[in-house]
């Protein structure tokens, strides 16, 4: 009933065109934010905010941009990792070697680091596609888990090759309180996702969209894949450096190369398609279903396991953590191969229709 | 649909989390909570087994001795596979649960980096058993960390000695050549510097040869091993990496007996399936060998075995991995019962106070006697300026069945040692904007 | 409006394709004049759909070149092809399926959108800034064609869940927007009944009349090509076999063994 | 010139022993369309099966000979193989026919997991021994010739020759063979395939069978080269770049693939790696890999794409 577009006519191509076109959508979604934004620093509580909502935060920044360049572009990566890594250790750089550098200007030009980075790896996949593709973006990943280990310069010479970050402060005011961190990350969350959807609702959203389900077909209207795929993969390892940076400025503090392994691009990868590829919201849920249930199901098994009487063992909980972690993935696949943005709308349909089945 | 699904998860975890802190709230008194993070899965599990067994059983076995000066130790333990990110969110889960967290042992150098800057925020203080910053030696910049026993340098510096004494006195290191074989992550790479010094110093020359972790593929290494046909092999290896290492060795034919690994290089689960192969493979040792007789190791199978309490099997109990956790577990044992000493016998003691009491720790020999680890370590004293106590170390050797110790205690050289740790140390604080302690400050 | 064929627009001279051992073409010749609708016909595999991806420039012909308004070319580069104005519908729907009806055809406006990636980025919904302001004109624009197709109710449709006729409409949609000069139609009424055939050749002829769009056309339907083109061009197994009006190719011998299978 | 000698004969064995994973790969990616990167995790789970069943039969039944329980051991882990492949076929690919090539490579990842997490918890997670008895100690070959001679691991060999066997078998079985043929046949369409009366399910699981095997002699190998533990699944990323290398559908690309990376590999990290500081093996590996893929976008032995529209 309360989930109707009926009444609201669109009397303007501009109100028609809008990010959220039906009423209900904006109030929710403005309602979510100011809960994020208000509710949940004042009531969260110390581990919910730093283990749990920060790399929450954070990880789903990353997850959009591998979802704009695997999932609106259709060019699997397995480099995410490394784009991470390449802003994590751009924005320490900068931090470090130019005195007085404001914090925002050195995360973005740890994405823009993470960019460059990116456009380079990007180059083969102008001739190689698919799965070919993803295996290459592997080169990129390992190469960086190298240059970092390898060449001192970039973590300032010291004997073990980690960075360190501390005491962080933005327009003199420190961050150090879990819920500023919070909100920090969370803003640059929400000024970037609305970027993203800008981006892909325009026209070179369409580009690339283009690109993805028919090249052949967009070349021929006069897209050029170049340039589709290129900037594809610079907003997409523009967002992922700066999630980077994000995650080793605030969330570990210090860090070596292997935070940022292969296991975080197939991770990353993971949340675009348990989540949604080509939709904005995927990878919100995608990186709650790989972040966040993981942990979940490490406390909850245990008091599972406890009603039926059972006393289990760290080893055989985390074992256990992994196949159900396994199981459900390929459960969701099964269920939903669209990932869980379908079924999200699938739900939005029927609370239209409702109370008609069909 | 989303707000709902989001919302719910955020309130089920929130639910969750805060649920575990009032219950802990209400935890009982007169209990020392202590988090256990351990790694039983993942790629270095053979290691972290038979660690997490001993840090385990040792609290087990303090319990059943009556708890310190009455004051139980409760403990939780949690899996991290050896990964950053999820040892990070271990100790925030950890970190406020009954009542609080007194104090932690990461047992992974990437996670001590994580944590190092965090501790010290929420007060509690680390304690690393020959891993993580080297420099952390330094009390007076590193308040909250604590490198008992010896840290990296400690490590090098025995090998080169040990090598020194083979060839009979380091001055005949001159000329000769030594192959570093190393773990390609800041782990490894914590050897370089005091190596490099060493070799500066005695003008031997030294090879470095990274292996990209996990070490499964080293053909490579020990080609240039063979065509560089170096006088001695450092083996700076973890996990799979040793093993490999040693097939590798014995495949190219270089003399095991030329080998000298690191303390993560030099227990049962390294040479386990090489067998005779790693026969006359040398390791340092973080003081303690396999001894299955030592007395602590005789009341764990007593007190906690025989009552089927044990956490791993029997025949582990004393094995290298399984003492150093012991260790680990007694010395920060030994921390809080000086805390107590000083702040209140049988109180539950606090982060800070626990820091005080692993800050001013003085194990007598007759203390450790006491404790049953006589002939495992030696005595060692901590202070505000020297949170690492000890600067020694043995090498043992693997016969092919077991680790027998082959030299007497060699002491790392502090004129060497105690200069890089401050200088490293002071860039960490420049870097950081820290001002160390003064001596002053130290007796607060 | 009486439709006067203007001069030669579009000049295929000797154009020869292989992929390895297979020749797709040999030596074709042919050329297409201003406001005609021009056929292609020919069996499966006379490489009819091949000449079109020459001219698209999605394969590039080992021999030969091709005269577009008096600019000669050895190889087509897709983009200048459609920036020189020429569009082209698919034999087997080449659509961007997992994009709605509407966008469908933006994307053949894209050509025309000129704003910057961060203009893109930052557009603000109160139609400040270029990059909405420009939506808004080509959306106009698209609407227009929306309703010369009388698609209007699929708009917001992803065009994946239209039915088949409907999709071939949209294809031509996406063509339109971009305001050809010359359209190339790859068998445009294939797998159609009746009706929808009558509809599309309908869209053709106005397409033609309305804008003066010269046209060139792939089609199996010999009634429908004799009654709509002006030239035929009659490929078989890579070679041109013919080339007139409808009446002339009709008398030629060759054509008529190529169709009711005559060896030669 | 003996080191180099050295160098290409350690980098072909190691070649040949990448292969024999890759050749996972490929067998399924040919007949299923499905990008198995649970191939990494299989050859644990197969390794771990066999490490422990030979540890344990002698306890069981008391038997004596090292040879038997060896054979029993593998015979035993082969079968659970074959049930592994028949579960993934049941519960998993059915299930997901005609999906995108991403989502099947995802549902593969999620059987990583699982079958990780089920080894672990069934045959435990710490380091196991899989001793059939290859010998350990070089062999040194035109000392005449060479000062020093040149060196050959007598293991990396009698590995190398077991993994040409296989592959042997392997062609033998595709070429002779009903089945064989029926595979290929599949592989090449599978609508045709189907229209002529072959079950699509029943050839997935014979080719998740034959996987599996492949697994279990890799594991076999590898597992006795470094012990059998956890990090065996990373063999898995080292194969990888041949796999691309040799095109995904292509038997004797992983093959000459393997022994492509594999030289290049060794030769890069002796030759090049001094010079920037070494450990540049299997990024070199990968980007070795990308250099052919410019030249050749579907990997050597590949099927050409042409664009149709």
Known sequence: MLYRENGQFKTTYRADQQIFPILQDRVVVLLFVAFAVIAVPLFASDYLLRAILIPFVIISLAALGVNILVGYCGQISLGSGAFMAVGAYGAYNVMARIPGMPLIPALLLGGFFAMLFGMFFGLPSLRVKGLYLAVATLAAQFFADWMFLRIKWFTLDNSSGSAAVSNLQVFGHALESDASKYLFCLTFLIVIALGAKNLVRGAIGREWMAIRDMDVAAAVIGIRPMYAKLSAFAVSSFIIGVAGALWGFFYLGAWEPAAFSVDQSFRLLFMVIIGGLGSIMGSFFGAAFIVVLPIALNQMLPAIASLFGAQISTSALSHTELMVFGALIVWFLIVEPHGLARLWSIGKEKLRRWPFPH | MKTRQLAFAIAALAASASSLVHTSAAAQAKEQFIPVLSYRTGPYAPNGIPIANGIVDYYKLVNARGGINGVKIAFEECETGYDTARSVECYERLKGKNGGASVVQPWSTGATFAITEKAAVDKIPIVTLGYGRSESADGTVFKWNFPLAGNYWVAADALVQAIGQKEGGLAKLKGKKIALVYHDSPFGKESIPMLDERAAQQGFELLKLPVTAPGVEQKATWLQVRQARPDYVILWGFGVMNSTALKEAQATGYPREKMYGVWWSGAEPDVKDVGEGAKGYNSVTLQNSTDYSAKVVKEILAMVYDKGQGTGNREEVGQVLYLRGAMGSMLTVEGIRAAQERFGKGKVMTGEQVRWGLENLNLTQAKLDALGFAGVLRPISTSCADHMGAYWARIHTWDGKAWKFTTDWLQADEQIIKPMVKAAAAKYAAEKKLTSRTPAECQS | MTRRIGDVILDVQNISLAFGGVKALTDISFNVREHEVRAIIGPNGAGKSSMLNCINGVYQPQHGSITFRGKTFRHMNSRQVAEMGVARTFQNLALFKGMSVLDNLMTGRNLKMRSGLLMQAFRNPFGIGPAEREEIEQREAVERIIDFLEIQAYRKTPVGRLPYGLQKRVDLGRALAMEPQVLLLDEPMAGMNVEEKQDMSRFILDINDEYGTTIVLIEHDMSVVMDISDRVVVLDYGKKIGDGTPDEVRRNENVIGAYLGVAH | ?309
């Open chain 4, 1 to 309: 010139m003996a080191f180099f000698l050295e160098t290409l004969l350690g980098g072909l064995m190691a070649g040949m022993l990448y292969s024999l994973v890759a050749l996972g790969f490929v067998l399924i990616f040919k007949a299923s369309g499905v990008f198995n990167f649970a191939q990494g995790a299989m050859v644990l789970f197969a390794a771990l099966a066999m490490a422990r069943f030979s540890e344990w039969i002698p306890q069981w039944t008391g038997l004596e000979s090292k040879v038997l329980s060896d054979v029993a051991a593998f015979a035993i882990a082969a079968l659970i193989m074959f049930a592994v492949a028949w579960l993934i076929e049941r519960l998993v690919l059915r299930h997901l026919v005609n999906q995108e090539g991403a989502t099947l490579l995802m549902a593969t990842i999620g059987i990583t997991y699982f079958l990780e997490g089920l080894g672990q918890s069934l045959f435990g997670s710490s380091i196991y021994k899989i001793d059939i008895g290859m010998p350990k100690d070089p062999i040194f070959v035109l000392e005449s010739t060479f000062q020093g001679g040149v060196l050959i691991n007598k293991e990396d060999l009698y590995a190398a020759l077991i993994a040409a066997t296989l592959v042997a078998l392997l062609s033998l079985f595709f070429q002779k063979t009903a089945t064989g043929r029926a595979l290929r046949a599949v592989a090449d369409d599978h609508q045709a395939a189907q229209s002529i009366g072959i079950a699509l399910s029943r050839i997935w699981v014979i080719v998740w069978c034959v996987a599996g095997v492949v697994a279990l002699v890799a594991g076999m190998i590898w597992g006795s080269k470094l012990g059998v533990q956890f990090s065996l699944s990373t063999v898995a990323l080292r194969a990888l770049p041949v796999v691309i290398l040799g095109g995904l559908t292509s038997v004797p690309g992983a093959i000459i693939g393997g022994l492509i990376i594999g030289v290049g590999e060794k030769l890069s990290e002796v030759y090049l790696g001094p010079y920037v500081g070494g450990g540049i093996e299997i990024w070199f590996a990968y980007v070795l890999a990308l250099g052919f893929l410019l030249i050749r976008p579907q990997g050597l032995f590949g099927e050409k794409i042409i664009d149709r529209v």
